[in-house]
């Protein structure tokens, strides 16, 4: 079947600017999470979604980061006055649907660059 | 805190010799430990997870709770092994977010 899917790829974003990234996880899936991965370095956790239900979202950087999955599938992760310091890959990944230790799949990220 | 490390940022190897990727963690509690790879242009995948006990491509990790390691052997390198490497961890309950390490590059020589 389809796996996680992202959109857009690749943003060029001016400083400033807001954005909206969008997650398309794997149908049936419970559980979603946004992580920031920043060049040179591994992903780190950003949110994580049950359902619709945000559950953690302890590890977004900044109240400019607001995510939300209104219906318990897809996802938008908005960045709103973006900085410099926000260009990063930008990855989802879901697991399900017993939404508990199951793998997590990941999407193929969404580039962001904001100048 | 929870934390990996992978010390070594770019591992390179000849063909047909061994490799070993290094892993080592902080948890407070019993983790489970992931390792996740990534091909060139594709998307980060898992290889494998500790409790499965499983051998991927020919890969395998053992969890040494004394040493609080975790690290990824193969006991011949091939080409398509070339890769970057991702050792994880997350906890058994409350949140169920990836803690990964920085990532070490494996570069496969012919």
């Known amino acids: 079947g389809a796996g996680v899917s992202q959109s857009p790829r690749y943003k060029v974003a001016k400083r400033g600017q807001d954005v909206a990234l969008r997650c398309d996880p794997i149908?049936?899936?419970?559980?979603l999470f946004w992580y920031q991965q920043a060049l040179g370095q591994g992903p780190e956790f950003l949110t994580y979604?049950?359902?619709?239900?945000?559950?953690?979202k302890s590890g977004l950087p900044s109240d400019r980061f607001f995510a939300e999955r209104p219906e318990g599938s897809v996802s938008t992760l908005k960045i709103q006055r973006t900085q410099q310091e926000d260009s990063a890959v930008y990855l989802c990944?879901?697991?399900?649907?017993?939404?508990?230790?199951?793998?997590?799949?990941f999407g193929p990220g969404t580039r962001l660059l904001v100048l | 805190a929870q934390r990996v490390t992978q010390p070594e940022k770019l591992l390179s190897v000849f063909k047909g010799a061994p490799v070993e990727l290094k892993c080592n963690y902080s948890?407070?509690?019993?983790?489970?430990l992931f390792w996740y790879v990534q091909y060139s242009r594709q998307r980060l995948q898992l290889l494998l997870r500790?409790?499965s006990r499983e051998s991927i491509k020919g890969f395998t990790a053992d969890l040494n709770k004394g040493e609080t390691s975790f690290h990824l052997k193969k006991p011949f390198a091939q080409e398509e092994d070339s890769a970057m490497y991702y050792c994880?961890?997350?906890?058994?309950?409350?949140?169920?977010?990836?803690?990964f390490g920085s990532g070490t590059r494996l570069q496969v020589q012919p």
């Open positions: 990944a879901s697991s399900g649907p017993g939404g508990g230790t199951e793998t997590q799949y």
């Open positions: 994880a961890l997350s906890g058994w309950t409350g949140r169920r977010a990836l803690t």
């Open positions: 948890y407070s509690g019993s983790p489970e």
């Open positions: 500790h409790i």
């Open positions: 979604f049950q359902n619709e239900a945000q559950l953690d």
């Open positions: 149908s049936g899936h419970v559980s």
